[in-house]
Each structure stands twice: as C-alpha cells, then as structure tokens.
C-alpha cells in the first residue's frame, strides 16, 4: 500500500486517512479530488507522448505480467561490473620485478618499488565503454502461427517490454539493439542502440511493429543469416563487453537448417559472446537442440519469470571468459 503511493502521487494511503479523520476533512472528498487530479495527469502524460488511454491499457498490461521481472533486471543493471581485462603491470608492488621508473626510491630506501603482471584488483568500478547488447528476436510466421499453443509470441513481446523497462536510464553500463529476423528478412531493426525508445508509446511501437510482421509476414527460415549478420555486427561496435542473444522457436528442422551450423556461429568470433534461448517448441525440439549447441550457450524457458535469472547466468559469464 505505502509502496504505490510513491508510484502513483495522488493515491491516499491508510496513513492520510487517519490523519484526515482527526483533522474533522472529509476523506472521502479529498480522495475524489485526488482520483480526478490523477486522471488529470494521466491525461496529460498521454497527451505528451501522443499515446491513448485505449493503448496505455494495452502496454500496461505488457508490462504488468512482468513487472517483478523488470524491477530484477534494473538491479541487475545498476550492478553490472566491467568485462574481465587482460593483465596488466601492477606497480608499486612489494615484490617482483625492479620499476626502471622507481630506482630513485629504491635507493632512498622505499619498499613498494616493484612490478609484477595480475588483473586489476579493482575491475568494474569504472567501464570506458557500455555493454553491448543485442537481442535478435524471432518474428517468423510460425511466432505467430502457434502462439495459440504456448504463447510464444507473447512472451517473446514482454520480455522485449522487460528489456526495454529495464534497462530504461541504464544508457552508461548497457546499450541494446532489438533486431528481428523472419522468412522474409534476416535483418529487421526494431531498436537502434543510438535511439531507445524513451517513453511508453514508442516502446508499444515497437512491440506493435514486432507482432504485425510476424503476423503478415512469409513462410521461410533465415536464422542463420541473421544470426552471422548479427554477430558482425556486434563485433564491430567499440564495448567493454559484446553479446548476442537470439530467441528461436526451434522450428529449425522444418526448413533443414543443421543445428551444427548455428553453433559454428556463436563460437566463430571470440570478441562476441553469443547465447540462443528457445522459447518455443513443437515436442522436445528446443531441448535436441540445446544438446547440439555448445555447452553454457543455450537456454530453453516456456516461462517469462525465468528471464532475469537467465540474463544474471550470461552477464556473469561472460564477465569470467
């Protein structure tokens, strides 16, 4: 109660009725005066972002279903700790080799004249660049055909909601792409990592563009493509850390696409961390595939909560890689 009055400043906790009650003021009239002062600015805020109640209800029922989960993936991000570097001279050191540039202490009798090579002891403090992400999301026919049987599309869409929610003025630790892929293009941007949609009627874009190509869309496959495009891709942005993501709904084998393939890719370019969540399946596809592709690099989930715990895995390894 006390936690959605700080969300919503016109609500009127238990606290403000008691403190009415003494002070002889209707609290019942006040609260009308309150609902009507946030309806007012509701109003207002829709009028902002040229967004109507109808699609306000729309998004936020989006991001309602995940709500818990974009409050994970905020503190995940604030956390987030630079990519483990390379080793590096550790100087003023007790032991080691002799620092050429402390020989004048030496001599005077200065004990922390030495080097040695070792990480830094203090890595993740501060990332000269972002982290990289890219997140290519499936939005085939088939996302759309079988979402009566699982869902699948409709998860797909909240977790991109999650993703945008969450990482929502975490610009310095992490920027993202959202690429999509489909029979009919392997290469659909739905969010530029220069441009994030930064209030919620562009992020029900978004989500809005994603379902109506899948929708629409032809029949056909072109994973790979998009998976090699993207891994370029990523490879060629200047991060503290480069990861790709692809969501599949594992309907790989309808179109003869070798799952040795696409783990050819996720290991081909070292400079990128690539992972494959499988969030649909027909049978036990998604898990025949996830014992083909390298180990750690796969992930399959029917369960939306799931995702903050499986992005926390990622990040982490590869922060030890």
């Known amino acids: 109660l006390y936690k959605n009055s700080f969300k919503n400043p016109y609500s009127l ?3 403000w009725q008691i403190n009415f009650a003494s002070s002889g003021i209707s609290f019942f009239k006040v609260q009308k005066a309150a609902r009507e002062m946030g309806k007012k600015a509701f109003k207002k805020r829709l009028e902002e972002i040229k967004m109507s109640e109808y699609d306000a209800g729309r998004y936020n029922s989006f991001v309602q279903s995940v709500s818990k989960q974009i409050a994970s993936l905020k503190q995940l991000a604030a956390g987030l ?35 040695r090579r070792g990480m830094p002891e203090e890595k993740g403090l501060n990332m000269a660049q972002p982290k990289h992400l890219t997140l290519l999301v499936d939005v085939s026919g088939s996302m759309y055909r079988f979402n009566g049987l699982d869902q699948r599309l409709q998860r797909e869409l909240e977790l991109m909601a ?19 892929h489909s029979g009919e293009n392997p290469h659909i941007s739905f969010v530029n990592r220069d441009l994030p949609p930064d209030n919620e009627k562009k ?6 563009e994603m379902h109506a190509h899948s929708q629409f869309c032809w029949s056909g496959d072109h994973t790979v493509d998009a998976l090699s495009q993207a891994v370029k891709h990523a490879a060629s942005v200047k991060a503290d850390d480069r990861i790709v993501i692809a969501f599949s709904d594992a309907n790989l084998k309808r179109y ?8 050819s890719l996720m290991t081909k370019d070292p400079s990128v961390s690539v992972f494959i969540i499988f969030i649909g399946s027909l049978g036990d596809e998604a898990e025949q ?10 992930f399959v989930t029917m369960d939306t909560k799931e995702m903050p715990t499986i992005l926390q895995q990622i990040f982490t390894s590869t922060m030890i890689q």
């Open 81 to 115: 700790e630079a990519k483990q570097g390379d080793r590096v001279w550790l100087k003023n050191q007790t032991d080691g080799e002799l620092d050429d540039a402390k020989l004048v202490e030496g001599l005077t009798g200065e004990r922390n004249v030495y080097k």
């Open 256 to 263: 003869f696409i070798n799952p040795k393939k696409i783990g």
């Open 162 to 180: 999650m993703v945008m929610e969450g990482l929502q003025g975490s610009e310095s630790r992490v920027r993202y792409d959202i690429i999509g």
């Open 203 to 208: 992020r029900l874009d978004v989500l809005e």
């Open 289 to 298: 595939l996830k014992r083909v592709l390298p180990a750690g690099k796969s």
């Open 13 to 15: 906790t238990v606290f």
